[in-house]
């Protein structure tokens, strides 16, 4: 799809599933005409086996450290399911 579409001169942004988080996609689109594409995913808050979603989950679960500039505080609530 993204061959085919940039050898047509289509410069919109791709998107796809998750079935493009695979090196196949990459080496039969080509680096250059994947580069850009939108991947969707899921994400999964229990996933145990991954430090680094374990550290996303921590750092959006804590409260905000230091606010911009020019914003007031509010509390909020978020939940990763």
């Not at 080509?30 to 969707?40: L, M, P, Y």
């Amino acid at each position: 799809m993204a061959l085919q579409a940039r050898s047509i001169e289509i410069t919109a942004t791709l998107v796809g599933t998750d079935a493009l988080h695979d090196d196949k996609f990459v080496e039969v689109a080509g680096r250059d005409h994947a580069e850009g594409v939108t991947v969707n995913t899921e994400f999964s808050a229990d996933d145990s086996g991954a430090g680094l979603v374990q550290s996303f989950v921590a750092a959006i679960r804590s409260p905000p450290t230091r606010e911009a500039p020019g914003r007031t505080t509010r509390s909020r609530t978020t939940r990763c399911a």
